[in-house]
């Protein structure tokens, strides 16, 4: 059996633990650490401390099952990193800074060197792993922090039953992770995919202002929804607003109408158990009421559809709704650029 190695980046080094590091890691801890990991404040004792250690060791010659090294910086121990084998060729990470510690990049760096460590080759001297992971809850913005920026990839957010995490009130984990098959995050390509897994990302909803040549404008009583709203929906990954709002009146209406200029761009709070979205408005044009006869509806998401007047709008749609067909034939009106409202209000 190989001893475990030690392993640095020049400014923070990973070493196994040393019995003669207990007494700075039981100092060490204080209630941050003890909130995050649902530990008492009090539960690091010298005992179990050099219990926890013994234990690294076995684990470590049990065919590296979990691998946990002493962060050293400047000569003193500052915290803890290690990773452990969920499965075969799966790692899962875990970290702490000591009181004092934090908010000096420090784990960043050790966690940077971890995750190059578990996806090295066993033949260079790493753990062979194929992808590393860490769990982290929403809350917690420093190891978020720390992890995008050690180079793991936010893939979602796994919701848990209340009481099976690491503390009773947990209710999801956010899940960050790399591949082995990963560019370096010294690349550009590797780095944009970085930043695109965890920049916000808006909802985008189209719709088509579509009129009557009495001024009427087509509207739609929604299945999923009490109330009524303009022709349209949600843009897919990857595709134009313009083309997405042709799409879905085709899809859903049976109807091939143009869309021509944006109108208008509102932005939705959240509300209802939906986040907040960006839902766009474009002129659908003005046509013969008889189309609405040629109309073949999506069952599954239209009830019925047809052409009302402003007071009918007002009376069947929310009034968020309202308020955004208002804005979008003001402006049409005036024959100005593209509007800019929020909940269908003038900002």
Known sequence: MTDQPTLTDGVVTLRPFRDDDVAAAVAGHDDVIAHWFGWPVDGVTPERMRAAIADWRASYGDDHSQVAFAIEVDGHVAGSVDVRRREPGVGELSWALYRGERGRGVATRAVRILIDYALSETGQGGLGYSRV?????????????????????REGVRRIEPGTGD???????????????????????????????FLPRKRAISQLLVRDREGRVLICNLTYKRDWDLPGGVVEVGESPRLAAMREVSEELGLDLEADRLLL??????????????????????????????????????????????????????????????????????GGGPAYVESGRRT
């Open 133 to 153: 992971e860490a769990k982290v809850e929403p809350g917690n913005e420093a190891s978020l922090r720390v992890a995008t920026r050690a180079g793991l990839r």
């Open 167 to 197: 503390r009773p009130e947990t209710t999801s984990y956010v899940v960050l992770a790399r591949l082995v098959s990963d560019p370096p995050i010294t690349e550009p390509e590797g780095f944009r995919a970085l930043l695109n897994s």
């Open 265 to 334: 761009t509102d932005w939705l709070p959240p509300w209802s158990g939906w986040d907040d979205a960006v839902c766009l408005v474009f002129d659908g044009g003005v046509h013969e009421a008889a189309i609405a006869d040629r109309v073949r509806m999506q069952a599954r998401e239209i009830r019925s559809v047809e052409f009302a007047a402003v007071d009918q709008i007002r009376e069947r749609c929310a009034d968020f709704t309202a308020r955004r067909i208002d804005s979008a034939l003001a402006n049409l009106a005036t």
